[in-house]
């Protein structure tokens, strides 16, 4: 049986990842190969097959972890008890800071999706999918309430404000001259600006 932490502690499902992710931004996941992965994680390719059945596994997970994270966030401001724009606002800048912070993450996503299997890739879309859905929500229910514009279609908005955030993996860099919550509080004011009445 594997070991499961290595001697400072870091498990190794989540070593595994953390090398993946990064030889997969780095080089591409197909051109990243098993053994590369297991080198910079410092196991064996035996840990690997225990924690993964396969690199494709490992692939779903770099997705699959980044949106669980902000499908959990999105959830918690959408369900709080403040006026439709503040939720917005702070779901709008959320998922730019949670991008940002998972800049990687991001890069891979939109260049290694069609390394997926049919059936991840479907599960894959239907999760980002769920999680448009419930940022339309938001902007439906300011619509509908009047607090929102309703001059542009809410499926409109939100593929525009997506469109932003799947753009900073080709453009940010940390240490540049803005944070990630000053680039978040920009293109959150951005989309607020738009849907004023």
Same mark, same amino acid.
């Given at each position: 049986?594997?070991?499961?932490?290595?001697?400072?502690?870091?498990?190794?499902?989540?070593?595994?990842?953390?090398?993946?992710?990064? $030889?997969?931004?780095?080089? /591409?996941? &197909?051109?990243?190969?098993?053994?590369?992965?297991?080198?910079?994680? /410092?196991?064996?390719? /035996?840990?690997?097959?225990? !924690?993964?059945?396969?690199? &494709?596994?490992? $692939?779903?997970?770099? !997705?699959?972890?980044? $949106?669980?994270?902000?499908?959990?966030?999105?959830?918690?401001?959408?369900?709080?008890?403040?006026?439709?724009?503040?939720?917005?606002?702070?779901?709008?800048? &959320?998922?730019?800071?949670?991008?940002?912070?998972?800049?990687?993450?991001?890069?891979?996503?939109? =260049?290694?999706?069609?390394?997926?299997?049919?059936?991840?890739?479907?599960?894959?879309?239907? *999760?980002? =999918?769920? !999680?448009?859905?419930?940022?339309?929500? $938001?902007?439906?229910?300011?619509? =509908?309430?009047?607090?929102?514009?309703?001059?542009?279609?809410?499926?409109?908005?939100?593929?525009?404000?997506?469109?932003?955030?799947?753009?900073?993996?080709?453009?940010?860099?940390?240490? /540049?001259?803005?944070?990630?919550? *000053?680039?978040?509080?920009?293109?959150?004011?951005?989309?607020?600006?738009?849907? =004023?009445?």
């Amino acid at each position: 049986m594997p070991r499961t932490t290595d001697p400072d502690g870091t498990p190794v499902p989540q070593r595994l990842l953390a090398a993946a992710t990064r $030889l997969f931004a780095e080089q /591409g996941y &197909d051109r990243t190969s098993v053994q590369e992965i297991v080198e910079a994680a /410092g196991v064996t390719k /035996g840990a690997l097959y225990h !924690y993964f059945g396969s690199k &494709d596994d490992l $692939l779903q997970e770099v !997705y699959a972890r980044v $949106l669980r994270v902000q499908m959990e966030r999105l959830d918690a401001f959408a369900d709080a008890d403040e006026p439709v724009e503040e939720r917005l606002r702070g779901a709008a800048a &959320d998922v730019v800071v949670t991008t940002i912070e998972n800049l990687d993450d991001a890069s891979i996503f939109f =260049r290694s999706m069609h390394h997926l299997s049919p059936e991840r890739n479907k599960q894959v879309r239907a *999760e980002r =999918r769920r !999680y448009h859905e419930r940022f339309r929500a $938001l902007v439906e229910e300011g619509q =509908r309430t009047g607090v929102f514009s309703t001059a542009t279609p809410a499926n409109l908005v939100v593929d525009y404000h997506f469109g932003s955030v799947h753009h900073l993996s080709t453009w940010y860099r940390p240490g /540049g001259p803005m944070s990630p919550q *000053e680039v978040a509080d920009h293109l959150a004011d951005l989309l607020l600006r738009a849907l =004023r009445p």
